[in-house]
């Protein structure tokens, strides 16, 4: 019986369910449909019909230059959100700033156009003869599918790339030796912040490394660390003799990885090779933004969750669970914003926010007033600029710290808030 479009669908929107789990992917039907008759293993076949599935929700983004939020643009960003990137609805809700009724029409939407790409690849692969696949590709096609796993569980966070240079250089000592290879570094000494996954950066910095080391036998490999505006720039230079065959003109498997890994951290590589045979290769990191917010709460638990808030945001969450310790951290960062819950042991919230008002370096901080106890009118009495009960959502704190950011030379308070906006 030949295979209809609905039940393609329905086989399709399964996989989807179950995108991570290796026991039950390799059961569907579609998982032989995409990806052949092959002499795969268990393991190898949920990844290549994973592999394929990311691909083609990669292939209906209609364009980077595009907002996330962008409405041309919303049915892939909840595809690789909820799919790519592991992320539950709500999250995806949360970044893309609509309603549920929203996303599940865009939802819909969106797995409809996905099948529709997919199908009509599957039926002109049926129509056309079966090409041979080579071992290569089988390979490539396996190694892609392990590096987008490897993203698929991974999330971004501010990441020091010095240190994780250091940890990579004293890693390859036994190489470079082995290799008779030099290496320079040259950096600023000074803490560079990426936002970048940590396991991901290492594995881009170490596969790098290591093709640079292989292609500068005898040679000089030179590694620069510099922080631009808005990136990380490492660049790393080969130096051989010129009469040497350069293996650095073969681009092998390792490196399409390493471009697929970058790629996926939002940054950028570019790879060329001078006339005279030296390989050079050229990374921008997104640098992590510097907007420190102080959150002071002795509930390590509440601090944890602002940081998850503001992952991927333009804001830097620094923790503070006793007002002491808030007063030390708010002199020697200099916050952008402060929040404030008012229930705490010893010094209480009302006390820290009296103590934080009367330094005069620190007076005009925004200062924001978290809690679960309905005070508006005393927290703006005492010099609070906003107040926000408890339970705080991501959407409410997101407006509360823009609009301060780009309001802190407003210091009356917001508003006195009604009830229901409590």
């Not at 040679?219 to 790393?236: A, D, N």
């Not at 301060?404 to 808030?417: G, K």
Request: aromatic fraction near 6%; charged fraction near 25%; charge should be negative.
């Amino acid at each position: 019986m030949e295979l209809t479009k609905e039940a393609f669908a329905e086989q399709v929107k399964e996989a989807l369910s179950h995108l991570y789990d290796v026991a039950y992917l390799p059961r569907l039907e579609l998982t032989y449909l995409l990806t052949g008759d092959g002499n795969l293993s268990w393991n190898e076949r949920a990844q290549a019909l994973r592999h394929i599935l990311i691909q083609a929700i990669e292939r209906l983004d209609p364009g980077e230059t595009l907002s996330l939020r962008a409405r041309e643009r919303r049915s892939y960003a909840i595809l690789f959100g909820r799919y790519a990137r592991s992320m539950t609805s709500q999250d995806v809700m949360e970044e893309l700033a609509i309603s549920e009724r929203q996303y599940w029409r865009e939802h819909r939407k969106a797995v409809e156009a996905l099948v529709d790409l997919l199908w009509e690849e599957y039926r002109r692969r049926e129509q056309s003869l079966p090409e041979f696949i080579s071992l290569e590709e089988e390979e490539e096609a396996i190694a892609c599918a392990e590096a987008d796993l490897m993203v698929a569980h991974s999330s971004p966070e501010e990441v020091n790339v010095e240190e994780i240079i250091h940890q990579v250089t004293c890693t390859l000592q036994p190489v470079m030796r082995s290799k008779r290879a030099q290496l320079t570094i040259d950096m600023l000494n000074l803490p560079l912040l990426a936002f970048v996954n940590r396991a991901i950066l290492r594995q881009i910095c170490l596969n790098l490394l290591s093709y640079a080391i292989d292609a500068a036998v005898d040679g000089i490999v030179s590694l620069q660390l510099r922080g631009l505006p808005e990136t990380v720039q490492l660049t790393i230079t080969t130096t051989t003799q010129p009469d040497r065959e350069n293996p650095a003109r073969r681009i092998g498997l390792g490196l399409k990885i390493v471009q697929r890994l970058i790629k996926a951290q939002n940054g950028q590589i570019h790879i060329q090779v001078d006339e005279l045979g030296q390989w050079s290769a050229t990374v921008d990191f997104p640098r992590a933004q510097c907007t420190p917010i102080l959150v002071i709460d002795d509930n390590r638990a509440i601090i944890n969750l602002f940081q998850r808030y503001l992952a991927g945001s333009k804001y830097r969450v620094v923790g503070a669970e006793t007002g002491q310790r808030a007063l030390q951290l708010a002199i020697q960062i200099r916050p952008a914003i402060i929040t404030l819950d008012v229930m705490m042991p010893n010094q209480d919230g009302w006390e820290t926010l009296q103590a934080l008002k009367a330094i005069p370096e620190l007076r005009d901080i925004p200062l924001i007033v978290c809690s679960i106890l309905n005070e508006p009118e005393l927290a703006y009495s005492l010099g609070a600029n906003d107040f926000i009960r408890k339970p705080v959502s991501r959407t409410m704190l997101l407006q509360a710290l823009d609009y301060w950011l780009s309001h802190s030379n407003l210091m009356a308070p917001r508003h006195p808030r009604g009830p229901e906006d409590i």
